[in-house]
C-alpha cells in the first residue's frame, strides 16, 4: 500500500460514519484493511477511492449490495456512465423546472412553485440543487424585476419559498469541530439569503459552522468570535441601497479587529479588492467571487 489510513480519515472522507465503514466491511465485503499491530484498521489509497465512489453511487440510488462487489475499475466505469446519464436528464429536469417556476410565479400560483420546488429537490442532489435550481431562478427572477417583469412581493414569495426548501435539505453529520465557520453579515446589511447558501455549502462539504444570521455590529461579532473561539468567519458583503460594500468593510473590519483576542481569517462573499490595511488580528482577507469559487474553495480545506 502506498498511504495508509485510519477508518476515521476513510470515514469523514467519504461522509459517512465510522459504524458504516466497518458494516461494508464486515456484511459486504467491500473492503478487506490490514490490521496494525495493536488490532487498528489501516485501508489503502484505492479503499479512500472506493470508498467515495460507493457513496456516490449509493446516493444515485445503487445498493450496497450490488456496489460491494465490484472491483475498483467497474465502480469507475459504473460512476462515469451514472454521471453521463445523471447530466443529461438533470439537465432537462432543471430547465423544464426553472420554466415552470417562473411560470407559477407569473400567476401567483404558491401552491404549484413549492410543489415544483419540492419535486426538483428530491430529484436532484442538494449541490446541484443549489447551482442548477435555486440560483439560477434567483438570477432570473431578479433580472425580471429590474426588467419591470415581476414585482417586489414576487421577489419576495421566490425568496421565502427558497429559504423553506434549504432549511429541508438534509445534511451530513460533521466530526469536524476544531475550527467551525462562522456565518454572518455585518450591520446594515441584511442579506440572509446568500449566507444561509453559503452556510449549507459549508455543511455538504463536512465544515462545520456557527450561523448567526445578518446584521451584526461589529463589536458584538467580535465578541461571539471570541468566545466561541472561531478562526474562520464567512461574511456575506452584498452591497444594497442600506449598505454600501466600499464604503463601510474597511471600517467594520478594523473595529473587529480592534476588539478581537486571537488572530482570524475572513472569507468575504460579494465583495471586492480593496486597499485593505494590515490588521494585528485579522490576519488573511479572501475573497470570492461566487458560489462556485466559494464551493471550491471549501472542497481544498
Known amino acids: 500500500m502506498n498511504k495508509i489510513y485510519s477508518i476515521s480519515f476513510i470515514s469523514n472522507a467519504c461522509g459517512v460514519r465510522p459504524h458504516t465503514i466497518r458494516t461494508w466491511e464486515k456484511r459486504y465485503k467491500a473492503f478487506s484493511p490490514e490490521r ?9 489509497e484505492d479503499d479512500l477511492i472506493k470508498g467515495r465512489l460507493i457513496v456516490s453511487l449509493l446516493e444515485q440510488g445503487h445498493s450496497i449490495s450490488r456496489l460491494a462487489g465490484k472491483s475498483l475499475q ?6 462515469i456512465e451514472e454521471k453521463i446519464e445523471s447530466f443529461q436528464s438533470n439537465k432537462m429536469l432543471t430547465s423544464v423546472g426553472i420554466k ?4 407559477h410565479l407569473s400567476n401567483f400560483d404558491l401552491g404549484l412553485i413549492s410543489s415544483e420546488m419540492l419535486r426538483l429537490r428530491l430529484s436532484i442532489g442538494a449541490k446541484e440543487f443549489i447551482f442548477k435550481v435555486l440560483l439560477p ?3 432570473e427572477v431578479e433580472k425580471m424585476y429590474l426588467d419591470g417583469k415581476f414585482s417586489i412581493t414576487q421577489e419576495h414569495i421566490i425568496s421565502t419559498i427558497i429559504r423553506y426548501q434549504l432549511s429541508q435539505i438534509n445534511l451530513p453529520d460533521s466530526d469536524n469541530y476544531t475550527d467551525c465557520f ?3 453579515t455585518p450591520e446594515g446589511n441584511l442579506h440572509e439569503l446568500p449566507i ?12 462545520s459552522t456557527y450561523y448567526l444570521g445578518a446584521g451584526h455590529p461589529a463589536v458584538c461579532l467580535s465578541e461571539a468570535v471570541n468566545e466561541l473561539k472561531s478562526k474562520t468567519i464567512v461574511l456575506g458583503v452584498v452591497s444594497s441601497d442600506k449598505w454600501d460594500y466600499e464604503k ?30 494590515e490588521l494585528k488580528h485579522i490576519e488573511d482577507i479572501l475573497l470570492v467571487n461566487g458560489f462556485e469559487d466559494f464551493d471550491y474553495m471549501l472542497t481544498k480545506i
Open 74 to 79: 467497474d465502480l469507475r466505469t459504473l460512476f
Open 36 to 44: 496494525t499491530d495493536g488490532g487498528q484498521r489501516i485501508y489503502s
Open 137 to 139: 431562478i434567483m438570477h
Open 182 to 184: 462562522i456565518i454572518a
Open 196 to 207: 444561509q447558501i453559503a452556510d449549507i455549502l459549508c455543511q455538504l462539504n463536512r465544515i
Open 100 to 103: 415552470k417556476l417562473l411560470t
Open 248 to 277: 463601510n468593510i474597511i471600517p467594520f473590519l478594523k473595529s473587529m479587529n480592534k476588539n478581537l483576542k486571537h488572530k482570524v481569517k475572513i472569507i468575504l462573499g460579494g465583495g471586492w479588492k480593496l486597499n485593505f490595511p
